[in-house]
């Protein structure tokens, strides 16, 4: 069984960084996409970064290219998304997602197992 969770999420000031941890188990080869998407209140949930197999390609939405930053450490079963420069509109609820071979890396719709969440939120 797949199990996903989230953990790191906290508040901080518009600049700040944070790095988001999602502990894995249960991942097979066949479900080797991994991502990130974030939910704001009244928005819809959005693709934020994915990592293909452990890190041969990886996949960035534009409002976060150059600021966010997904790898994966297969030793210990962790995905991360570090989160620098962060901005008001980055506060939401950041889920860790898995799913097969990345074929829409950034749609909710090309993955399977979700984790729980966790809430970020930025200040001025």
Not at 95 to 120: E, I, K, M, N, S
Request: with cysteine; glycine share 14%.
């Amino acid at each position: 069984q797949v199990q996903l969770v989230e953990s790191g999420g906290g508040s901080v000031q518009a600049g700040g960084s944070l790095r988001l941890s999602c502990a894995t188990s249960g991942i097979t080869y066949s479900r080797d996409c991994m991502g990130w998407f974030r939910q704001a209140p009244g928005k819809e949930r959005e693709g934020v970064a994915s990592i293909y197999a452990g890190g041969r390609s990886t996949y960035y939405a534009g409002s976060v290219k150059g600021r966010f930053f997904i790898s994966r450490d297969n030793a210990q079963n962790t995905l991360y998304l570090q989160m620098n420069n962060l901005k008001l509109e980055d506060a939401a609820m950041y889920y860790c997602a898995a799913g097969h071979y990345c074929y829409t890396p950034l749609q909710t719709t090309g993955f399977d197992v979700w984790g729980q969440g966790t809430q970020v939120t930025v200040s001025s």
